[in-house]
């Protein structure tokens, strides 16, 4: 006996126990298939005989060879029956019960995407009230109005290098907690809420961007407490422990970063077209409209209607689009800033 042999093995020469295995598979399916020949059907020698077909025994080697088959066809079958995704958050329209559709612009087909290396790929914009809640309201001119219009500017200006979505695309409402929810079931890099400021009288119009985060000055407070009144189904309690559990995530230092690109870019922008132009900084405050975003989250207070010189201002068409490009250039500055950081992760 050979060493091989010794340790359960094959002898020299000698075939493997797998192809055994096969070998023994083969030669019962041909003897079963020889037996089946061979078997008579009835007397074929008598006229008018009938033939008498009897049943086939089937070998368990072959029901071994149907496995596979088997498998594949149960799998199918699943795939085929694979319950559709959860839609996605309902919005109230008139008094009716709609479904914001979720659409995300595209780059041109005649653009190589390839040439935007960026990790950010995907912005939700939400235009900031809607429906019958309009925000602030002066000269004939309504926040959530002059919001759905920059932020239809702020996406053409982007969906050549992003895809884009908007919460929504019409004067609608839609609950706070939705618009984020909307944003993480999108799989979004990036939320940009945009608002028109109200400040108190006597004071030049500004701009300041946002992101979650505590505040002890009264005049942050009463701003969130403002902007969190059309908050629906959230308790004192519930608003608290949301908000301390975003306190202690990592996105806060990148809802931070974009926060700062974007007013940066805003006031550098629009400076050029009122002097006056006040820097109101970027800032943390608990806004309901933020808490739960899983990506960085801003919102951005994009100019006043308490300033009768900034209302004429919104009219113009010209201006308005100014605020769309700060808000694209800032964006873009922030998605250029994360460039470093996906080379070296082998992002």
């Not at 060879?65 to 559709?84: C, F, M, S, T």
């Not at 235009?127 to 309504?142: E, K, M, N, V, Y």
Request: aromatic residues 6%; glycine residues 8%.
């Amino acid at each position: 006996m050979t060493p091989g042999e010794r340790n359960g093995g094959s002898p020299p020469g000698s075939k493997p126990a797998g192809q055994h295995f096969k070998r023994g598979l083969i030669e019962a399916a041909v003897r079963d298939n020889e037996a089946i020949g061979a078997r008579p059907c009835g007397p074929r020698d008598e006229p008018g005989a009938r033939r008498v077909r009897r049943p086939r025994r089937v070998s368990p080697w072959s029901l071994l060879l149907l496995l596979p088959v088997a498998a594949a066809a149960a799998l199918g079958y699943l795939e085929l029956n694979r319950p559709p995704p959860d839609a996605p958050p309902a919005a109230e329209v008139d008094g009716a019960v709609q479904t914001p559709e979720i659409r995300f612009t595209g780059p041109p087909e005649a653009v190589d995407v390839s040439v935007f290396p960026l990790p950010v790929e995907r912005i939700v914009l939400d235009p900031g009230h809607g429906g019958s809640s309009p925000g602030t309201a002066a000269g004939g001119l309504t926040e959530k109005a002059l919001a759905l219009d920059i932020a239809y500017r702020l996406r053409n200006l982007l969906d050549d290098r992003f895809r884009v979505a908007m919460t929504r695309e019409a004067d609608m409402n839609v609950a706070l907690d939705h618009r984020t929810l909307i944003a993480n079931r999108a799989g979004a890099d990036v939320f940009v809420s945009i608002h028109v400021n109200w400040l108190p009288a006597n004071r030049a119009c500004g701009v300041e961007t946002y992101y979650l985060g505590p505040t002890d000055d009264p005049e942050l407070s009463a701003l969130a407490e403002r902007e969190n009144s059309e908050a629906q189904g959230y308790s004192l309690g519930d608003l608290r422990r949301f908000v301390d559990g975003v306190y202690a995530q990592a996105r806060q230092d990148d809802s931070r970063a974009l926060a700062t690109a974007i007013q940066e870019s805003l006031y550098g922008r629009l400076r050029s077209e009122n002097p006056d132009l006040l820097n109101r900084g970027v800032k943390s405050a608990p806004f309901v409209v933020l808490i739960g975003a899983e990506m960085p989250a801003i919102l951005a207070e994009v100019s006043c209607l308490s300033d009768a010189r900034e209302i004429e201002r919104l009219r113009d068409e010209n201006y308005l689009q100014s605020i769309a490009e700060a808000l694209d250039a800032g964006i873009q500055s922030y998605a250029e800033s994360l460039l470093p950081k996906a080379k070296l992760t082998g992002a």
